[in-house]
């Protein structure tokens, strides 16, 4: 569905870093390339989901050109690596001046039509951003994509204002965190968690992550043979 950009892999040092970069509290600071990064206030929600070992997480802004560019490769790693993304929306205001709008249209289709919908919104947002300059640019848009896909658009995209607060709600989110800019992009397991400042990094990270989880991991029937019945 997108096409895997070239990625650089794993390098011998950059996976010792990784290993070595275990913190003993998820607090702790940790970023790949290591010694980049930023500062958190708060990283105790950065967890991945109920019954995954290994998660991405990020944090990021429909009008930010390098959130853009992570996307197709955030979403490459995921696919091969079967692993969740737990997606933020934080739109920076400012110069950004439609980046929110296009975060609430994303979640209207994600509730209310599907949220394979929503994400192929976000993607062809991110492949359109350079010819989006203005909010009426992003209604034009919006309203192409809603034809293409034979879908009612509806006057008011989000009348109640439902959207707009779950938006919000992940804007405060991140801000507790501590995100200073888009995108945040983390690879986490329940132990650790190591940010991702340089896309080329990603894989490498992924691979260092997966050994950590797979080395503190029990073996199979290792209570067999400790002499633990099994019932």
């Not at 019954?51 to 197709?72: N, R, V």
């Not at 800019?181 to 691979?207: R, S």
């Amino acid at each position: 569905m997108r096409l895997l950009p070239t990625m650089i892999r794993p390098t011998l040092a950059l996976a010792a870093a990784l290993l070595v970069a275990t913190p003993a509290a998820s607090h702790a600071q940790y970023a790949a390339p290591p010694g980049t990064g930023n500062t958190f206030k708060d990283t105790t929600m950065l967890k991945p989901p109920a019954g995954a070992k290994i998660a991405i997480i990020k944090f990021e802004d429909l009008e930010c050109p390098a959130c853009a560019h992570a996307y197709p490769i955030v979403h490459a790693a995921a696919d091969r690596y079967k692993i969740p993304i737990v997606r933020h929306d934080f739109p920076l205001g400012g110069m950004h001046i439609w980046s929110k709008d296009a975060a609430i249209t994303a979640r209207y289709l994600q509730d209310k039509v599907s949220p394979q919908v929503a994400e192929e919104f976000r993607g062809n947002v991110f492949a359109a951003q350079n010819s989006i300059a203005t909010k009426e640019d992003l209604e034009h848009f919006t309203q192409k994509f809603f034809q293409s896909h034979k879908l009612n658009q509806p006057f008011v995209i989000d009348p109640s204002g439902l959207f707009a607060a779950e938006v919000n709600a992940d804007h405060t989110l991140g801000e507790r965190i501590g995100i200073s800019q888009t995108p945040t992009i983390w690879v986490v397991t329940q132990k650790t968690w190591v940010q991702v400042t340089d896309m080329n990094q990603l894989y490498a990270t992924i691979d260092s992550l997966q050994s950590q989880v797979a080395s503190s991991s029990p073996a199979p029937n290792s209570k067999l043979r400790h002499g633990t019945p099994q019932k």
